[in-house]
Structures are given as C-alpha cells and as structure tokens.
C-alpha cells in the first residue's frame, strides 16, 4: 500500500535535489537540441526537433511542476522543496537569458529585463501550475488516507494569480499594453 | 580631281571644330548647372507623393520573383519608374529610420536614435522645406516617434494616430486630424488612411502638393481586411533552412509581438502587404484620374526590412542584409527617360530628403547627410556612392547590442558594442552573409581597407 504525505520522509537528495535536477536535465537537453540541432544539416528532422524542444522547452517550463511534485510531493518534500523543484526549468532560462542580456544592458537593465512581460508570464504561470500540481498531489494523498483540506488559499490564488497574469500580459491588447507600461517604467528610472 | 572636288576644305573643317568647341564650352555647363527640380521648365513644380510602409523588406515583391506575394500595383510603379535594388535604411528601426526619411540625417544627427529617444522639434524635414518653397503639404500616417506628437512645421494637414503608443491598430483606429481625436470612418487603417490622402489630393490638385502618407502596414500584429484573410494558406513559403517554425517563440523574439509558428505569422504578413499594395493601386489610379501622372512624383519606400527565420532572426535591427534592404521605387515621368530600371547602386534612407528637394528645385540644406538620387534617375550610368555607415543603438528591451558597420557594393563590416566578435562578409560570394571571413587569409586583407572605411565614415568624413 502507498504511504501519505509524511514531511520529511527521505533524505534532501531524494526528496528535492532528484526531482529539481531531473527537472534542469530535461531542460538542458531540450535547449541543447534546440540549439544546435539545426546546424547538423537535417531539414527533414528540424521542424520535428523545433516542435518537441523548441515549442516543447517552453511547454515544460510551464508543466514541470506537475512532474516535480509527483516526484518530491510523496518524498517528503516541503513546500518551498517542491516549489523550487518545479520552477527549476524557469529558473534556469531565466539564468541564461540574463546572461545573454547583461552583456548588453546595465546591471540595473538587466535586473529591469527579468521583470518583463516573457519572464514574469512564465513565472505566473509556473506558480499556477504549482497550484494545480499542489491540488493534484493532496488528492492522491487524500485518497492514500492522509488528513488534509485540498481546497486552500494559497494553491488556488496562485492558480488565479497565473491566469491574471496571462489576462494582462498577453491577453489584454495582444500584450501591448503591458509592454509600454513596462517601458514607461524603463524610462522612468534609466536613463536611456 | 574628281577627289580635290569631293575634298572637304580644311577652313571648313576647323570651324566646324570651332562651332562644336563653341556649343561644348556653352552649353555643356548650362546643362551641368541647370536645376535638376522640373521647374525648371514648367512654372508648376512637381506634385510628390511619398508612400512609407513598415517592414516591408526589399524582395517581397512579386516583380523581384517572391513566390508567393502578389504586388501588381508595385511592379506597375516599378515598371513605370526606377527600382533601387541595393536601397538601405542606416538604422533598422522604425523610428529613426523615419526620422532619417524626414531630415535627410542618420540617426546620430537628429536623436532619435532608438524607439525611446523623442523627436527633437528642431529638426527640419524635407516637408517643412517644401512648404516654404509654395508646395501644400500633408502628413497621413503612422507618425511613430517617442515623445508627444511633434509640432512639425509647414504642414497644412497632420493626420495620425497615438493608439498603442503610435503604432495604430489595424482595425477601428481612432485617428488625431489637424490635432482632433477623430474616429476611424472605415474599420481598416490602410483603406483609412489612402481615403484621407485620396482627398487631400483632389482638393489639392490644382496646386503643387506634398504629400506623405505614411502607413501601419506591414508592422506585426500582420493583420489583412477580411477579404484578403487566409489567401496563402497552404501555399510553400521556402523559408531559410536555418529556420524553423519556433524561432518566433526565443524570448529574445516574443517582444516583437511574434507568438505563434513562423509561417503562419509569414502568411499574415503577405496577406497584408497584398492588402497595401492594393492601396497603393488606388493611389496610382488617383493620380491617373486627377491628370496629374505626368507631373507627379511618387516614391515608395520601406523603414526597415525584416528577418522570416534568416540568421535564426525574428524582426530587424541588426546589420545583415534581410534586416537594413528596403524596397526604394521612384517613379517621376519627367526625368526618368529608361523606366522600367533596376538601379544597382546603393541609395539609403537618407538619401530620400535631398532627393525630394531636388527634384522640387529647392536647395539642398548643407545640414543634410544624403545625396540626392537625381544624377541617378537621370542616367543609369552614375556610379553611386562607394561605402555608407549603418548604426544601431541600444534600444531596452531588445537584447541587441550597440552596431555598427560599413558596407560597400561587394563587402560588410560589422562592429558590435559588447563581446560578440566582430563580423566581415564577401557580399558577391555570400549574399546571405553565412560566412564570416574574419580570422581567415581572405578576411586579414580585407580588414584594414574596412576599418579605415568605417573609421572616416564614423567621423563623417567620406571613404
């Protein structure tokens, strides 16, 4: 029989670092594919290998956290584990975008760059996944006779949050709007 | 004897040298210093219409042998005009590529050297220009500038629109007229705005005219009237091999507003440009049915080209040739004697303003960076310029870094503003700029001649 939530229950290792680098080698390998792929002259290919790792990076950015908390959920893992197991795939392009934009852009800019609309949409929207993942994983656990309330606060207003989120940044006006009251924030505190 | 008689005396012979030294030494420079500008022989200047559209990039044109768009009403104009087939844009942005239609200036001499920087009201334009010369002017269209609508002189109309910080919406854009917030009349901008040019030129076609009329289209959301919607769906694109359906979803690309796969946001876009050159079909008929054919000029030009996956680019902005090579038509009856040319020297975006002036009669302001285009309609011979300056600035948040390059008829040096190294193309060999020479034999004997090009024309100076 399959055991309930017990906080805890493996070790660090297994409960967060196994999920969350799971998490960041199924992003490596689909950035690394993505990338290079095409140089190695296989058109017939490409466009299969654009739609799984190119397309497919940004899916799984989004999904990860319902793999992750599949996987740290009944490990033992906290709530800020299994958290950041899942925004691990966002993270980590979020790492490497900026470090393409600090060789461009001030250390202000650059800081300013992570918060706009491509990042923060991510970001929501991988909360909100945590939140439905969240859900998910107190169901299963409730149907492994564990003692707990699935429906609360904080899963649900991520999940709202998220879909706020999309509303605003790409949704309302085509995502227009939220880009030139980004760039009025950009104006108002760089000097350009 | 038969030949003395047939002989030609010699003191014949020498005045008739005398009488050709004579016309050569009189004439020759009164043909060399005459007014290029028409008014010279009628007391009517030239009507000139100025037709700028967004991203329209230089092959997407059926003449050109695009396989799929279809622009009947451009290949007309080319037909009937000179076709610049190495036409450039010195920054490949859309406001101060603008800015440098308007002044005739790159982008270091009239500010607006990115999307952010505004309008400096100071700058004179060719429009301003022209106005004091007698002509009656109109600007229709997408301004696009940063800042609050300028206050341009010299403009008896000024139609526009601020809607999504000056790039309009393609449906029901409320329009600014003579400073008014005005609602859209027709539901698409295009037709919107050839109305109001339409008009401008009916009631002004007793008169010499300027007119600018300056479109959204072809700029992203690539959205064509409905009857045009879905007409190259399932048509082959032959887009570049290094591109692939996703590239529009690198988040460096998701600013530009690129959301969905590669050709379906390529099919809207020729779906659109087919819908400008319909427009601008009823600009040619305009003229045609007002009489004025003979005595007006009409430029079509491009602000910017576009990337469809070339490089693995979205957009423009960086230096190779699908982002800075514009689509430049000038058609003007009274000075074009070989219509129908493909013009192979280089003219730039600058070059537009001094051009207009000249063909007008007007001076040339010595404030101006280009050259005028008029030795060239005339004579398919001039030899054109030899190198120009292409310059890119900083423009947050588009992860682009500070350029700038030189390029000549065969080659292209670029220089970039952060770490990335420094690129060098042999145009002649590699027009799709897929080989960078630098570090190689070739490349070492090139560099010098390049630099030292791109050094002068950093200063300003001529190479």
């Known amino acids: 029989m399959k055991t309930s939530y017990q906080p805890g229950s493996q070790s660090f290792w297994m409960r967060f670092a196994f999920p969350a680098g799971l998490m960041l080698l199924i992003w490596l390998i689909q950035r690394f594919v993505y990338t ?12 299969a290998v654009a739609w799984v790792c190119g397309l497919g990076e940004r899916i799984f950015m989004v999904l990860a956290p319902l793999l992750a908390y599949s996987l740290a959920y009944f490990r033992g893992a906290r709530g800020w584990e299994r958290l950041t197991a899942g925004f691990v795939p966002f993270l980590a392009s979020l790492l490497f975008e900026l470090y393409k934009a600090a060789g461009v852009f001030s250390p202000g800019e650059t800081a300013y760059y992570a918060l706009g609309s491509p990042f923060l949409v991510f970001a929501f929207l991988v909360l909100a996944m945590s939140g439905v993942a969240e859900i998910i994983c107190r169901i299963r656990n409730l149907r492994r006779g564990g003692q707990l309330r699935v429906w609360t606060l904080l899963p649900l207003s991520a ?33 350009f | ?83 610049f087939t190495n036409a ?33 009201n100071q700058n004179v334009t060719f429009l301003e220009l022209l106005k004091q010369a007698g002509y009656t002017t109109a600007f ?37 007229v003579d400073g008014q917030p005005t609602p859209s009349r027709k539901p698409y901008i295009t037709e919107e705005l050839t109305d109001y040019a339409l008009a401008f030129m009916a009631q002004n076609s007793a008169r010499a005219f300027c007119l600018y009329l300056s479109h959204k289209a072809v700029h992203h959301q ?5 009857e045009i919607r879905g007409r190259y769906r399932g048509r082959d694109l032959y887009l570049p091999p290094e591109s692939d359906a996703w590239i529009s979803f690198n988040l460096n690309h998701i600013y530009c507003g690129l959301l969905g796969p590669l050709s379906w946001n390529y099919r809207k876009y020729l779906e659109t440009l087919h819908a400008t050159d319909r427009e601008i079909g009823r600009v040619l008929d305009k003229v045609d049915e007002l009489g004025l054919r003979d005595n007006t000029i009409v430029v079509y030009v491009g602000d910017n080209g576009f990337f469809w996956g070339e490089h693995r680019l979205m957009d423009k902005r960086w230096a190779y040739e699908e982002s800075i090579r514009v689509p430049l038509i000038v058609r003007a009856p009274g000075l074009i004697r070989d219509p129908g040319r493909l013009a192979p020297q280089m003219a730039l975006n600058i070059d537009l303003a001094p051009t207009l002036l000249d063909m007008a009669g007007v001076a040339i302001p010595a404030s101006m960076e280009g050259v005028s285009l008029v030795p060239i309609l005339r004579d398919s011979r001039q030899p054109g310029r030899r190198a ?51 570090g190689t034999t070739r490349g070492r004997d090139l560099l010098p001649g390049l630099q030292a090009m791109l050094e002068k024309l950093k200063k300003g100076q001529r190479p």
């Not at chain 2, 030239?46 to 559209?53: K, Q, R, Y």
């Not at chain 2, 890119?392 to 770490?419: L, S």
């Open chain 2, 140 to 176: 229709i269209g997408k301004w696009h500038m940063p800042g609050s609508l300028p206050r341009l002189r010299g403009l008896d109309r000024f139609i526009t629109f601020t809607a999504q910080a000056g790039q309009g919406r393609y449906f029901d854009c409320p329009l600014i």
């Open chain 2, 88 to 120: 450039f844009v010195t920054t490949s942005l859309c406001s101060p590529s603008r800015a440098s239609f308007l002044t005739g200036t790159y982008a270091h001499t009239h500010g607006v050297k990115n999307n952010l920087t505004p309008w400096n």
């Open chain 1, 36 to 47: 290079y792929f095409w140089q190695l002259g296989f058109p017939a290919l490409q466009e």
């Open chain 2, 222 to 226: 690539f959205l064509p009237p409905p």
């Open chain 1, 159 to 191: 999940i709202l949050s998220g879909l706020a989120a999309l509303f605003l940044m790409m949704i309302w006006g085509g995502g227009v709007h939220w880009f030139y009251i980004y760039q009025s924030g950009y104006l108002a505190l760089f000097d």
């Open chain 2, 388 to 438: 120009w300056l292409y310059e890119y600035f900083k423009d947050f948040p588009y992860r682009i870094p500070h350029i700038r390059a030189v390029r000549t008829q065969n080659y292209k040096y670029i220089e970039y503003g952060n770490h990335r190294p420094p690129e060098l193309f042999d145009l002649a060999r590699d027009p799709r700029e897929m080989s960078n020479l630098m």
């Open chain 2, 1 to 83: 004897m038969i030949r003395d008689k047939m002989k030609i005396p010699r003191r014949v012979i020498l005045s008739l040298i005398k009488t050709i030294l004579i016309l050569v030494a009189v004439v020759g420079p009164m043909e060399l210093f005459a007014p290029t500008g028409w008014a010279a022989a009628d007391d009517r200047k030239p009507n000139i219409i100025f037709i700028l559209t967004d991203d329209h990039r230089w092959d997407a044109m059926s003449k050109l042998g695009h396989p799929v768009v279809e622009t009947p009403r451009l290949d007309r104009l080319s037909d009937e005009g000179v076709h």
